[in-house]
Structure formats: structure tokens, C-alpha cells
């Protein structure tokens, strides 16, 4: 069964004090993993999709990595609209559907 | 701008009655749409894969006579809630990929549904 967890749960940080959120997955063979921002009552903003491990994208303060096991996502100097959860997501070779992790609750203070 | 939009943004309804919430792929034909549900603070789980002209694909543990799909255009699904309990009161969002078979699928703004 595919899977995927997300760590840590929620983080706290000051503004511009940079860190890295984690995505581990198990699943029968990557097709794509992706990552999106979520903010309160609101629907997944797609962020980056990572298809092979030593790939790495980056979007002004997010960068996304991919290893064989696992995904990370540095975010850079983070500012206080860098608050939001941060969901992981996997897609299996064949397969359409996303499995998601329960996501990164990152709180930015100014 | 948004591509796939959801109607209604919240609803509340009485338990026993039945909502209908709408997907619309907008600037794009979607043959196949996804719905989801996330509780408060937990992951999105999907219900259903929903795929224009022909009957809808149910995940494991999902009631298809509970949750009924439609998709009969290439812009339109309908989830609709059958019998609605307060258990069933939570954030339905659907998702399609803009283009057929492509890996990126982009969410509508959801659906808060309250059963009282």
C-alpha cells in the first residue's frame, strides 16, 4: 500500500529563519510526488511535481528535493504569508490518484 | 486564476436531506475529476474518481449509493450527499489534471458541508 508521512506536524518559525519540512514515501513505483500549500479553509494550491530522485525545483523561497525515499522542502528566509500547510502527495505508476500525507503545519512570525 | 471552482462554498443542511455539491473545470475539458474529503487537521482522502460518461470509480470503504457522482459533461461532476448525517459534515474539495493523463491536478476551493 502506498504511503506517505509528513514531518514535523507543525513547525514554528521567526521570520527569515530557514528550515526544511520532510515527506517520506513508500510506494510501488514513483510516478510523480508533489507538493502543495493549503491555506485555512481553502482548496491544495499546487506548489512543485518531482518525478526522479536528484531532482530539485525551486519557486522563489521553496525549493523541493527528491531522494529514493523521501522529499524535503527548504523554504528560505521564510516571511510570515509562508504560513500555510504544506501537504505531500504521491502518485503511483498507472495511476491518476494522489496519496497524500496529513501535511506541515508551518507558522511564520514576524 | 483558478481552473476548477466548486458551488456551493458552504452548505448546511438538516440530517436526512441530501446536498448536491457541483465541480466545474473551467477553460478546460476534464474526462476525469476527483473528489476528495478532509476531516479538521487530517489528510485528503479520496472518495472517488468520477469519469465523464461512464460510472464512477469508489476508493475502499467509500458508499457508492451514500455518495452519489455524476459526470455527465466534460466541465461538470456532481457529488452528491445522500441521507446526510452529522458525520458526514466535512471539507469535500474535487480536482481534475487540465490536461488528459497529465500528472498535475489542480483543486477547486472546497466544499464546507455541516449536517445538524
Known amino acids: 500500500e502506498d504511503q506517505v508521512t509528513q514531518s514535523p506536524e507543525a513547525l514554528r518559525l521567526q521570520e527569515g529563519e530557514s528550515s526544511s519540512l520532510n515527506c517520506s514515501y513508500t510506494v510501488s513505483g514513483l510516478r510523480g510526488l508533489f507538493w502543495y500549500r493549503q491555506d485555512p479553509g481553502k482548496g491544495p494550491e499546487f506548489l512543485f511535481t518531482l518525478y526522479s530522485a536528484g531532482e530539485e525545483k525551486e519557486k522563489e523561497r521553496l525549493k523541493a528535493t527528491l531522494t529514493k525515499k523521501e522529499s524535503f522542502l527548504h523554504i528560505t528566509a521564510p516571511k510570515p504569508e509562508d504560513s500555510a500547510t504544506y501537504l505531500c502527495?504521491?502518485?503511483?505508476?498507472?495511476?491518476?490518484?494522489?496519496?497524500f500525507g496529513t501535511g506541515t503545519r508551518l507558522l511564520v512570525s514576524p | 486564476g483558478a481552473v476548477v471552482s466548486q458551488h456551493p462554498s458552504r452548505v448546511i443542511c438538516k440530517s436526512g436531506t441530501s446536498v448536491k455539491i457541483e465541480c466545474r473545470s473551467l477553460?478546460?475539458?476534464?474526462?476525469?475529476m476527483f473528489w476528495y474529503r478532509q476531516f479538521p487537521k487530517k489528510s485528503l482522502m479520496l472518495m472517488a474518481t468520477?469519469?465523464?460518461?461512464?460510472?464512477?470509480?469508489?476508493e475502499q470503504g467509500v458508499e457508492k449509493d451514500k455518495f452519489l457522482i455524476n459526470h455527465a459533461s466534460l466541465t461538470l461532476s456532481t457529488l452528491t450527499v445522500t441521507s446526510a448525517h452529522p458525520e458526514d459534515s466535512s471539507f469535500y474539495i474535487c480536482?481534475?489534471?487540465?490536461?488528459?493523463?497529465?500528472?498535475?491536478?489542480?483543486f477547486g476551493p472546497g466544499t464546507r458541508l455541516t449536517v445538524t
Open positions: 477553460d478546460f475539458q476534464a474526462t476525469t
Open positions: 480536482s481534475a489534471p487540465k490536461l488528459a493523463g497529465e500528472n498535475e491536478q489542480y
Open positions: 502527495a504521491v502518485q503511483a505508476q498507472g495511476f491518476q490518484k494522489l496519496v
Open positions: 468520477s469519469n465523464e460518461g461512464s460510472k464512477a470509480t469508489y
